[in-house]
């Protein structure tokens, strides 16, 4: 997998979770997170916290752990 198959990859979806991307190209995601990186630093990838159902507060609440990053790509 290549920078330019992730960059593909992240402008055809609207937002996606770095489990995601590491089931879609069958690589760990420790191998993603530099390359997620690169594209981020050029300005093109934003990365969003989800909460999840509980909003961040989780007293109560049957949604397990904290938030989940999604990963958007805003680049040209």
């Known amino acids: 997998m290549s ?3 992730l960059k593909e990859y992240l402008r055809r979806k609207e937002s996606v979770s770095l489990g ?3 089931l879609h190209f069958r690589v760990p995601s420790e191998a993603l997170e530099p390359m997620l990186e690169h594209w981020m630093r050029k300005g093109n990838v934003l990365r969003k916290t989800h909460d ?3 909003k ?3 007293s109560g609440c049957s ?3 904290g938030g989940h990053a999604l990963y958007e790509w805003i680049g040209p």
């Open 63 to 65: 949604c397990g752990g």
């Open 56 to 58: 961040g507060k989780h």
């Open 52 to 54: 999840g159902c509980c």
């Open 20 to 22: 995601d991307l590491s």
């Open 3 to 5: 920078l330019l198959e």
